[in-house]
């Protein structure tokens, strides 16, 4: 029987790494190359003379020169240092969907890494009837008549759709007309930034204060002739459910707007609502996240884009069709907006998350909805019994699959806030959780997102360890306020320097030439 | 480094027993006959404690007695005192001690009270060093107040302790005491302070970054630029927030004024609203209205002129209203207000508009007319 563990002798090694580039010494070998053989040489004839001067390198690049026991040591010493996924509870990461990631996923996906995008279709047919088959998934599971696979994250998807709405709008002669999409405060910030970046203005809706979803009668106020969507996450980052957005959808299709569905959150909703009836035009998925394929660090992922058929002309080439018995690759789409993405996406996110949903089938896939919108209803009464965690908005009516907390009474109180919470979680061996995407309007907020992933025991846990910084920092706010101490990381002491393009050095050379004279 | 630190003791007695302010020394009088006890003291203690961690390095400059002295006493400081004690202590006194800790040169002035003392400060030292609000009083219209003692505190010590160093211009805004407590109100923009401004940082990679406050409303003034039409007049209403639009065209700017323009030109500087109505006859005309003090206001508020006659003649649908999505956000879901004094414009005011936050975007947010 698992139990609550709060691991209180939790204590992350600390190797004060260097950067790799600081490990090299000069004419030290990792690998020895073997050049090739002189019958290769004469078949591949002149490869450098096809590469035009200006693209070729004038000398050889700065790789470090370490050994490979060296490599190894780097590395798993940085590992050592990191609360990465699968480690401990990733409950941490709202809107994150943290998940485990399945090992047979991975073993399935190596079987795909000897192919070549570029090779002949008929040498790779498996891989085509996975995308197409893992494409007929979404279309079930979202309503939507086809997708693109293509787009290599959630934003890339979402920068997509607004794409294929600039280029709909234009077809019909009303692109200058419909310059305007909307959309929630609560939204995903991408919702606003990839259409600003596509060429539209962005009108934002502030929430109701009761219900913390914006009144119909905003959205009324907004849409005009001047409309070209509404882009909008349901449920929204505090994990609230707009029951008014199929009205929402007709409100802009009125306007002679599209309505385009961010399911970034869509996990709480597999197999129980779907895009479609909501009378969205478009939707996506973060494959990377509710279909279990490993997520971190920006990568990689795939963004699934789902389209109605009236749509269906923009989607990216190529995408995968198939016609007596074949599989192929279709680039006749003669008002494709283009590639988004070299090749056809990100196949090994693919297999892997075709993998998953094959394992679960369809019941599957609505349990793991059903149990990860219990897990945070059950969660979240966990939480706010802690003295100092309220819940803003709609007071009683339950959330689905993740909540937005706040720390506010705890900060007035103690001083301590969401940060100094944040930083102290993983001092307790648990990855620091999620915020909010800014301007915080949830003052403190965190957002922890406990999907079906986590059982009983997990849950309780998490809690009682939020339960104890909430305490500690009655007793000893300083404690809480300087920590991580039990962390290979520490507490920035200029945090505002974040911000300073000046002092960022991205690059080992701009790392040398800013901090190393 | 050294703190500056004045409490205004009397500040917010009125409120617990029902009086409007304490201006004034009849009703400070009667404050005092009902019960009131001072409020500015057990808050400016609360706030002072936080900064406990810079005790030994932390040199507080204060006044005699319940000004500050005691208070900082009380949170375990021994404070530099500076000025003589007397019984009765008034605004003057306040003004006289922050012009001495002006040029003393105090890294930060920490004060304590209502609308009225920051209009104390800033008639003192204007903008000329940073300057941090207590709040106190019973209901505050000045920018320049933390949220709660707590918070004062937290603010202040981060920036004396140089983690923070951004500072911005908040209003500081004042009301006649005897009007209000007759059932009128009329608030007027005095001026702005320095004040350091903790915004919340990135805090992973997918937050994306918070556009800064001087650079959004850079791009709001690039908005409204933009959009002008050729031969409408514009009305440019006070505040910091649409200085930047005069001075991207390069305009004299009145700052707690309303400016008028046309074809990108100034017409006429801090007009009166007898002097707009005039300019007004048929004339086709634009509002660019900001939001004025810390209780959300976008008319009746620090910009009368703006009356209701003006906006009459105006139209509701040529008003556009400008702020950062910070500025929004703080009012915590709280309408913009709407206070003309004519019923009637009150009444247009009760649905949602855009407020324009940057270059490329706009809120939907609620107006409420009062």
Redesign the interface.
Known sequence: MAQVKIRENYHQARWDEPIIYELSTPGERGVLVPLPEQEVKDKAGDVLGKLPENMRRREAPPLPEVSQKHVLAHYLHLSQETLGANLNNDISQGTCTMKYNPRINEALAALIHHIHPSQAEDTMQGLLQIYYEFERFLKEISGMDRFTLQPGGGSHAVYTAASIIRAYHESRGELEQRNEV?TT?FSH?CD??TP?TAG????????N?ETGV??L???Q??VSERTAAIFITNPEDTGIYNRQIDKFVKTVHDAGGLCFYDQANANGMLGIARAREAGFDMCHFNVHKTFSTPHG??GPGTGALGVRDHLAQFLPVPTVELADGKYYLDYDRPDTIGKVRGFFGVAPVIVKAYSWIMMLGADGLKEVAEISVLNNNYFQKKVEEIPGVTTWYAKGRRRLEQVRYSWEKL??ET?VGT?DV?CRIGDYGIQHY????????V?EPFTLEPCETFSKADLETYAAVLAKIAEEARQDP?LVKTAPHKCASRRR????E??DPEKWALTWRAYKRKYKK | MKLGFIVNPIAGMGGKVGLKGTDGTEILQRARELGAEPEAPKKAIKALEILTPLRDKLRIITCPGDMGENEAVAAGFVPTVIGDRKDDTGPEDTEQAARYMLNLGVDLLLFAGGDGTARNIYNAIGAKMPALGIPAGVKIHSAVYANHPRSAGEVALKYLQGELETLREAEVMDIDEEAFRQGQVTAELYGYLQVPYERQLVQSLKAGRTEGEEAALDAVADRIIDEMELDVLYIIGPGTSTRPIMDKLDLPNTLLGVDLIKNRRLVASDVSEQEILRHLDGQQTKIIVTVIGGQGYIFGRGNQQLSAKVIQKVGKKNIRIIATKNKIVSLRGQPLLVDTGDDEVNAEFNDYMRVVTSYNEEMMYKVQGL
């Open positions: 909307i405060i910030p606003a930034a600003a539209f203005k962005i009108i934002t809706l502030y929430p204060e914006p009144d009668e905003a959205l106020e907004a660090c920006s900060e007035e001083g940060v944040m999620w915020t909010s995407h800014h301007p915080w309007v003052p300083e002491a200029r945090p505002e974040l911000d």
